[in-house]
C-alpha cells in the first residue's frame, strides 16, 4: 500500500536555538535562564551544558547540508531572544540579527521555507530578575522583541511561530522546577498562563502591524486525553485534563477566553486577570502548531493542586512499547489529536511542528547508524498523520523532532533525539539510517507501507 500526501505538503525537521547554537558569549549574546540553570549544580544530568551544544552557530552550513540531504522543503528553527536583546529590552543586536538574516538567506537560496520560532524557552536572564513570565511587563517585551526581529527579517520570511509549548515552560518552569527557571510555585505557573496568553495576543497584533499578510502560528504541546479506566469518573476527569492540556492557551488565542475549569472567578483572580484582557489576548492565529509526543491517560482524583480532579497516569498509556526516554509509542495519538482539532475548531490550517523519538542507537564498525526503532516510529505516525488528512484534518506540513542530537533540555546530551547522529566532541554531523530513510519520503512525498 502506498501512503501519499498532498501536493506541496512542507516536510522538514525542526531545531531550538539554546539546544544546538552554541557559543552563548559570542557576538554579543546576553544570558538567557537556561545558561544560568544549566550552570546549577544538580539540574542537568551529568552537568551538561548548552554552552557548545551541536556548535550551529559556527556549523550552519553543515546543518543545511543535512536538509538539503534529506529533500527537505522547511527547516523550523528558532531565534534567541538573548542573541537579539542581550538584556531582553532596547535596542537589537546587530551582530545577533545578522546571523539569523545569513541563515534565512541561505534557507532560501537552497529552496527551503524559513519557519523561525520566536520563544523556544531561552528567554533573557534579565527578565526573569525582574519576574519572568509571572511580570506582566514580560508580555510588553515580548512584544517588542516580536516587532523588531519582524522589521528584520518580515520582508523574506512569510511563516512565523510566535511561542513553543507555554504549556510546557510554564508547567516545568514555574511549578514543577525541572526546567529553568526553576521554581516550584503553582501561584507563579498560574500568573505565568495569564501573562504568556497576554504576550500570544499582543505579540500577533505587534507582527501583524509590521506586515499585515504575515502567517501566523503558535505550537503547541498538544496530547489526547483518554481515561485511564473505563469508569465515568475517568471519562469526566480525561475532559478536565484536556482542558489543561490542550486548551489552556488555544482557547485564549482563538475565542478570547479561559477554558473551563479555568474560567471561574477565583481562578482568574489567581491569575491576575484584569478588566480588558481576554480581549487583548486574543491572536486569531492562520495555522496551529502541532506538537505531539504520545497520548495522556487521566484517572480521576479527589484532590490536585489545580482542582481539577484529574491525574495523568505514566508517560502515555500502557499498551504500546516506549522509547529510550520511557515514552509510549501510540500512532493513533496523532491522529486522534489532529481529528479533534479539525472537529472543535472548525478545520484549521494545522502543521506538525514537533513529533520524533529518542533512542540510543550508536555507529557500528562501519561508522553507520541503523535506527530500525526510529523509522518504525516514523512510519507508524506518518500513517496515521496521512490517515487524519483522508478524513478531512487540513495539515500542510510535518517537521521531524529532531535535525540533530543536542542538548535535550534537563536531560542534557544522554536523550538523542536526531536523525543525525552528532559527536559532541568534535561536532561531526552522520545522517542515522533514519534520516536516509525521511529523505526518501520527503522526496517522493509518500511511501509504501
Known amino acids: 500500500m502506498r501512503i501519499r500526501f498532498p501536493q506541496g505538503f512542507h516536510w522538514g525537521a525542526a531545531t531550538a536555538s539554546y539546544q544546538i547554537e552554541g557559543a552563548v558569549t559570542g557576538d554579543g549574546r546576553g544570558e538567557s535562564i537556561w545558561d544560568r540553570f544549566s550552570h546549577t549544580p544538580g539540574k542537568i544530568a551529568n552537568g551538561d551544558t ?5 556548535d550551529s552557530y559556527h556549523r550552519f552550513a553543515d546543518d543545511l547540508a543535512l536538509l538539503r540531504a534529506m529533500h527537505c522543503t522547511s527547516y523550523r528553527f528558532s531565534i534567541a531572544w538573548p542573541r537579539v536583546q542581550p538584556s531582553g529590552r532596547g535596542a537589537a543586536n546587530a551582530k545577533g540579527l ?14 527551503i521555507r524559513p519557519l523561525p520560532t520566536l520563544y523556544h524557552w531561552d528567554l533573557p536572564q534579565a527578565l526573569q530578575d525582574a519576574g519572568g513570565w509571572t511580570a506582566r511587563d514580560t508580555a510588553g517585551r515580548f512584544s ?13 520570511v512569510e511563516s512565523w511561530i510566535l511561542l513553543n509549548e507555554p504549556g510546557i515552560f510554564t508547567t516545568l518552569g514555574y511549578w514543577i522546577g525541572l526546567h529553568a527557571p526553576g521554581l516550584r510555585d503553582v501561584d507563579a505557573f498560574f500568573r505565568a498562563v495569564h501573562v504568556v496568553n497576554l504576550a500570544q495576543g499582543i505579540s500577533a497584533a505587534a507582527a501583524r502591524a509590521v506586515r ?5 502560528g503558535i505550537a503547541y504541546n498538544f496530547s489526547p486525553c483518554e481515561p485511564a479506566g473505563d469508569t465515568q469518573a475517568d471519562q469526566a476527569a480525561a475532559e478536565r485534563f484536556h482542558a489543561f492540556q490542550n486548551l489552556l492557551f488555544l482557547e485564549p488565542a482563538l475565542r478570547g477566553r479561559y477554558p473551563e475549569p479555568f474560567a471561574d472567578p477565583a481562578t482568574q483572580a489567581r491569575m491576575g486577570v484584569r478588566d480588558g484582557d481576554l480581549l487583548r489576548m486574543r491572536a486569531p492565529l492562520d495555522f496551529l502548531g502541532v506538537n505531539l509526543y504520545m497520548r495522556t491517560c487521566v484517572r ?4 490536585d493542586p489545580l482542582g481539577l480532579r484529574a491525574q495523568a497516569v505514566g508517560m502515555g498509556g500502557t499498551r504500546g512499547p516506549r522509547t529510550d526516554f520511557g515514552w509510549e509509542v501510540w500512532p493513533d495519538s496523532l491522529y486522534d489529536m489532529c ?11 494545522l502543521e506538525v511542528t514537533e ?4 533512542y540510543a542507537d550508536a555507529p557500528g564498525p562501519d561508522g553507520t547508524i541503523r535506527d530500525a526503532r526510529r523509522i518504525d516510529y516514523y512510519r507508524g505516525y506518518l500513517e496515521a498523520l496521512a490517515r487524519a488528512i483522508d478524513d478531512g484534518a487540513d495539515v500542510r506540513g510535518y517537521h521531524a523532532w529532531t535535525l540533530l542530537d543536542n542538548f535535550e533540555w534537563a536531560e542534557g546530551f544522554r536523550q538523542r533525539f536526531g536523525l543525525a547522529w552528532v559527536d559532541f566532541p568534535s561536532g561531526k554531523r ?20
Not at 548548552?50 to 551541536?54: F, L, M, P, R, T
Not at 480521576?300 to 484532590?303: A, C, T
Not at 545522517?431 to 507501507?449: I, M, P, Q
Open 50 to 54: 548548552g554552552d557548545v551544544a551541536c
Open 98 to 111: 545578522d546571523f539569523y538574516r545569513r541563515m534565512v538567506d541561505a534557507l532560501l537560496a537552497a529552496g
Open 144 to 156: 517588542d522583541y516580536t516587532e523588531t526581529v519582524l522589521r528584520a527579517l518580515g520582508d523574506r
Open 212 to 216: 499585515a499578510d504575515l502567517r501566523l
Open 300 to 303: 480521576h482524583v479527589d484532590r
Open 339 to 349: 481529528m479533534r482539532l479539525t472537529r472543535d475548531f472548525d478545520r484549521p490550517v
Open 355 to 358: 513529533n520524533g523519538c529518542s
Open 430 to 449: 552522520t545522517l542515522k539510517e533514519s534520516g536516509h530513510w525521511f529523505g526518501r519520503v520527503a522526496a517522493e512525498n509518500g511511501f509504501d507501507t
